[in-house]
């Protein structure tokens, strides 16, 4: 079964220090790994995406994702939160080609 | 604004009651879905189409029902509204191909409360 496990519900960083989201992942044949972004009262955005090729995949934002094949692990980063930055973000693996399965998500509160 | 648009956004129903959930994409995509948002539980599927013509069901299937009416829409019904369907249902629509696509586009959500 195909399956993401997102490990800290909730990340607390003070504003300009750097931040990680972790994501860890069960698939079966190459992973499809994507990050969304939810802000209140919103739907899903797409944040940036791992098919193939570089381990360390850049996407909107300032963010990045760490594609690590032997932890499958496809931690979110970014050098510098904002305060902005303060949202609800979901690691997701894409099965068959249309179908998303998504972690249970992580808040991550960035303070001044 | 290209997108995938949502109708109601909120929604109280007593329990028993039915309703549709209404979700219309203008980008030309194959593949819509449903998804319902629970706290902890993160996006869970409940029914997607493929492609126009085609239904099937995804997770958490048990007391709904879809119509995929045309390319462009995708309705989710509750027939018996209980109050273990209060939730956030969100619709996303996709051309997926391997690689080929950022995912999903979501729609804004409709806030369903069932009492």
């Known amino acids: 079964a195909q399956s993401v496990a997102q490990p800290e519900d909730q990340v607390n960083v003070a504003e300009g220090n750097p931040l990680t989201v972790k994501c860890t992942y069960s698939?079966?044949?190459?992973?499809?790994l994507f990050w969304y972004v939810q802000y209140p009262n919103r739907g899903l955005q797409f944040l940036l995406k791992?098919?193939?090729?570089?381990?360390l995949v850049k996407g909107s934002y300032g963010f990045e994702a760490e594609f690590n094949k032997s932890q499958t692990s496809f931690h979110l980063k970014k050098p510098s939160a904002l305060v902005s930055d303060s949202a609800l973000y979901f690691c997701?693996?894409?099965?068959?080609?249309?179908?998303?399965?998504f972690g249970s998500g992580t808040k991550l509160n960035v303070k001044p | 604004n290209a997108g995938v648009t949502q109708t109601p956004k909120f929604q109280v129903l007593k329990t028993g009651q039915s309703m549709t959930l209404q979700c219309a994409q203008d980008?030309?995509?194959?593949?819509m879905y449903w998804y319902r948002q629970d706290p902890g539980m993160g996006l869970r599927l409940i029914y997607y189409?493929?492609?126009?013509?085609?239904?099937d069901k995804g997770e958490v299937p048990n007391g709904y029902n879809v119509s995929r009416l045309n390319k462009r829409e995708f309705s989710l019904r509750l027939e018996s509204a209980a109050p273990s369907q209060t939730s956030v249902y969100f619709c996303?629509?996709?051309?997926?191909?391997?690689?080929?696509?950022?995912?999903?586009?979501f729609g804004s959500g409709t806030r369903l409360t069932v009492v």
């Open positions: 189409s493929a492609s126009e013509g085609t239904t």
């Open positions: 980008m030309n995509h194959n593949s």
């Open positions: 791992y098919i193939t090729g570089d381990n």
């Open positions: 997701a693996v894409l099965y068959n080609f249309n179908k998303f399965y």
């Open positions: 698939v079966s044949g190459n992973p499809y």
């Open positions: 996303a629509s996709s051309e997926l191909m391997a690689g080929g696509s950022d995912g999903y586009t």
